[in-house]
């Protein structure tokens, strides 16, 4: 490809981006408003919202459910996608494809559809308005991220290297831990910055689970809007934001750690 093709295509691809992603961007300066409502550009800026924010128990409660729900629903997809990616390397043909559109299937139906058929199973079992309950059902929709992640890291895995573990008298756990582990870590970061992004942002499933004792972030935002549209809902936008950013960049940092020892080998 041409140089000035490759260099009109990044130019191209830089500004769809830019248009999809820079509008988000707006709740930020919303967010240091002054008045009692939004408005753009901001008339006078303050910090009169984040003290709002930070001094009223809802909004911190809410923050603080989200954060425990992500943490359950990170660790539970990272074993439950780890596991299942190990299992699907080791199987071939129309099985493997089918058991692999099964797992992405959470990102394939409509997600109204998902809570209603979650609410449905969850409310006979008292999980309704329990972090236990909003965990299992954010952890459906991580799966997917983490298997992805998993999966493609496990194609850099060279077969030889465990069978030369397991011919040096290593067992299965180690031979994971020693072999595996370090070569799919990557994916397992990876699976683990998309696992807690989704959690945080997931509003639908979580406006079905939650109740009043466990509410998530958005579900709380949801609930504002509708009464009130103040700049408190901008700041808690901004901190989504801000999560999603510095997950990313830690990812892309460790992406670089990574990739600095293989290009010394080389």
């Known amino acids: 490809m041409p140089k000035a093709v490759r260099i009109l295509l990044h130019i191209g ?7 999809l992603v820079l509008p988000a961007f707006v709740v930020v300066p919303a967010s240091f408003n002054a008045a009692s409502f939004i408005r753009l550009p901001p008339a006078a800026f303050s910090m009169r919202w984040y003290g709002g924010f930070f001094q009223d128990p809802e909004w911190l409660s809410s923050l603080a459910t989200s954060a ?24 071939g043909g129309a099985l493997r494809t089918a058991l692999y559109g099964l797992f992405l299937s959470p990102l ?10 979650l609410y449905y199973v969850s409310r006979p079992l008292g999980l309704v308005g329990t972090i236990p309950g909003l965990a299992l059902g954010h952890t459906l929709l991580c799966l997917p991220f983490v298997l992805v992640n998993v999966g493609v890291s496990l ?8 069978r030369a573990a397991e011919g040096l008298g290593a067992g299965p756990w180690r031979v994971f831990r020693t072999v595996t582990m370090p070569i799919i870590a990557p994916g397992l970061l990876g699976g683990a910055v998309f696992a807690v992004i989704t959690s945080f942002d997931e509003v639908v499933i979580s406006i079905f689970l939650s109740g009043i004792t466990a509410k998530t972030l958005p579900v709380k935002m949801w609930e504002t809007i509708r009464v009130e549209f103040t700049p ?11 999560l999603t950013l510095t997950l990313f960049a830690l990812l892309r940092l460790f992406g670089l750690r990574q990739a600095k020892p293989a290009e010394s080998l080389s």
């Open 232 to 242: 408190v809902v901008a700041v808690a936008a901004t901190f989504l934001i801000l």
């Open 68 to 91: 425990e729900v992500a943490a359950l629903a990170t660790g539970l997809s990272l074993s439950l996608g780890t596991l299942a990616a190990l299992g699907l390397a080791r199987l």
């Open 108 to 117: 394939i139906v409509p997600t109204i559809v998902t809570a209603i058929a």
């Open 13 to 19: 691809v830089s500004a769809i981006l830019a248009l």
């Open 155 to 162: 194609h850099s895995l060279d077969p030889a290297l465990l």
